[in-house]
């Protein structure tokens, strides 16, 4: 069956344009997770959706960054005014539902470069 | 959260096997032991996990100690398919994320 699709795959900006990603989870996974993985930092987590609710955005970098999960489906991450450090790899993930049982199954990721 | 120890990298000979180990001495009762492996350009990809008992799938089979402080990953038979970053990752039953360490990178030469 179809995985977790993200898109763009890749996506190269100006230092301070907005940028917005986009996940596409495997259908009826209801818990959606977005990770970021830069060179040398590792894989870091940003935020959690049950449904269309974020229990937790503790991981999120700054204010900058944003998400939203409409219809229990698909999920944005919106980086505003972006910043060289920005740049990595992020990450999207479902599951069927939350807790240590359940693995998570991940896209491939959009690649984001800031110029 | 329970930290974890991998080896940095490893080797092995195609279609030999392959022992990855893994040592998380603070892991608690309800820690499930996951494990991933990472593809170059890849998402993290899903490989096996489990509590208490071996597992077995398609994929390998995760050996866990009777204590349970340390785990071992076991391909049967490498491929070069299989040249990746593993992470063992342990999470308790009521956590919903993966704090991933550094991995073990797996080189299989031909």
């Known amino acids: 069956g179809a995985g977790v699709s993200q898109s763009p795959s890749n996506k190269v900006t100006e230092k301070g344009k907005d940028v917005e990603l986009r996940c596409d989870p495997i259908?009826?996974?209801?818990?959606l997770y977005w990770y970021r993985q830069s060179l040398g930092q590792g894989l870091e987590f940003l935020i959690y959706?049950?449904?269309?609710?974020?229990?937790?955005k503790s991981g999120l970098p700054s204010d900058r960054f944003s998400a939203e999960r409409t219809g229990g489906s698909v999920s944005t991450l919106t980086i505003q005014r972006t910043q060289q450090e920005d740049s990595a790899v992020y990450l999207c993930a479902s599951s069927p539902s939350y807790g240590g049982r359940q693995p998570q199954h991940f896209g491939d990721g959009t690649r984001l470069s800031i110029l | 959260d329970a930290k974890t120890t991998q080896p940095n990298s490893m080797e092995s000979n195609e279609e030999e096997p392959v022992h990855l180990p893994c040592n998380h001495s603070?892991?608690?009762?309800?820690?499930?032991i996951h494990w991933y492996r990472q593809l170059p350009s890849q998402g993290p990809e899903y490989v096996i996990h489990g509590l208490t008992s071996n597992v077995n799938n398609r994929m390998a089979s995760l050996a866990i100690a009777e204590d349970r402080k340390s785990s071992t990953l076991i391909l049967h038979r490498a491929t070069l398919r299989d040249a990746a970053v593993y992470y063992c990752i342990p999470r308790g039953s009521g956590t919903y994320k993966y704090i991933f360490g550094t991995g073990t990178r797996l080189k299989v030469l031909a």
């Open positions: 259908s009826g996974h209801t818990a």
């Open positions: 603070t892991i608690s009762g309800t820690d499930y």
């Open positions: 959706f049950q449904g269309n609710s974020a229990p937790d």
